[in-house]
């Protein structure tokens, strides 16, 4: 919840302009049945959990015959997820999405 109350207000504060401060149009519920972190999407029985997270890092190495001043490299990964539930006559229906994506540059 607060990663999307977050994100709605940086929205909000970077589309302002002029004094004008916007509002987001529907505020989120939170879905106890299904866990922390899941908000109900409005209009139904469907809740939803998004995360993830990204790491970068910056590193030498010494290989044969160099010196490890001369071997640099930066990496990054990012991990999404999302999590979908919603309620049906047959019990819960869940839907599981996991990307994972990094890139390495090296001089």
Same mark, same amino acid.
């Given at each position: 919840r607060v990663v999307l109350g977050v994100a709605a207000y940086l929205l909000a504060a970077g589309a302002a302009s002029g004094g004008e401060v916007l509002r987001p149009a529907v505020t989120a519920r939170a879905c106890p049945r299904e866990g922390r $972190?899941?908000?109900?999407?409005?209009?139904?029985?469907?809740? &939803?959990?998004?995360? $993830?997270?990204?790491? #970068?890092?910056y590193g030498t190495a010494a290989g044969p015959g160099r010196r490890a001043a001369e071997r640099r490299g930066v990496g990054s990964i990012a991990h999404l997820t999302a999590d979908i539930r919603t309620e049906t006559p047959y019990g819960t229906a !869940? $839907?599981? &999405? !996991? %990307? !994972? #994506? $990094?890139? %390495?540059? #090296?001089?």
């Open positions: $972190g899941f908000v109900a999407l409005p209009g139904g029985s469907t809740c &939803v959990r998004i995360g $993830g997270r990204v790491t #970068a890092e !869940r $839907g599981f &999405v !996991r %990307v !994972r #994506a $990094g890139a %390495v540059w #090296a001089d």
